[in-house]
């Protein structure tokens, strides 16, 4: 059943997750990250009894913290939904329903999206703050269906342009990235709280602050 929370993991996992299958025919959906809290609201939401395992890496990198789920019917519902195995390329939006768009996308975004604050003109006399968000993917299809999307909810101006390796970005410039945070924070759906990394979100905020 639909809510904001699943709406989120599903976006998370569009981004950071990945579905295998092994020799004895077992389903797995498994979320690997560094932020451990949040892989712990993850499952509190899927309501999980499975041990978050970590890995540690080398040098001074932040360990990686993984939510492995064996269910055949979890797995079969992923891919109803249109993800598969080696998803990178082949990567879907899948059939949310509009109210809870919002939720899939800021899921996508603590995954695969990033937004930055800076100065630019900075060799001229007044510099010029500005915000950007990027959302980054290996398929093109799913980012500019995320595009199309946003634009259903009143944030235009994406750029999807090819990165320098086998990526894709869809930049949002600064006054449709003031309206992506509005849409993808300040919504929420009564009864429920919504999942977010704060760091993300504290990026934006710090820059509403601070425009002139």
């Not at 599903?10 to 004895?24: C, I, Q, S, V």
């Not at 995954?111 to 990027?134: A, P, S």
Request: aromatic content about 14%; proline content about 3%.
């Amino acid at each position: 059943m639909w809510s904001p929370n699943m709406a989120y993991v599903l976006g998370f996992f569009a981004a950071d997750g990945y579905m295998t299958e092994n020799k004895r025919g077992a389903h797995f959906w498994n979320i690997q990250i560094t932020d451990k809290k949040l892989l712990e609201d993850i499952k509190e939401t899927i309501d999980a009894e499975h041990k978050i395992s970590i890995r540690p890496m080398r040098g001074n990198k932040k360990p990686l913290h993984r939510l492995q789920i064996g269910s055949k019917e979890m797995f079969q519902d992923l891919l109803a939904l249109g993800f598969k195995q080696g998803k990178t390329k082949s990567l879907v939006v899948p059939g949310i329903p509009a109210r809870y768009f919002r939720d899939f996308v800021r899921g996508y975004f603590d995954g695969d999206g990033c937004v930055w604050m800076g100065y630019i003109h900075k060799d001229r006399q007044i510099k010029t703050l500005t915000l950007r968000t990027i959302f980054t993917s290996c398929s093109k299809e799913f980012l500019a269906e995320i595009c199309r999307r946003l634009r259903l909810s009143f944030v235009f101006g994406g750029v999807l342009s090819k990165g320098k390796g086998n990526f894709y970005r869809l930049t949002i410039s600064v006054s449709n990235s003031l309206k992506l945070y509005d849409f993808m924070y300040n919504h929420p759906v009564l009864g429920y709280d919504d999942l977010f990394l704060e760091r993300k979100r504290i990026i934006f905020e710090k820059f509403i602050k601070m425009r002139p």
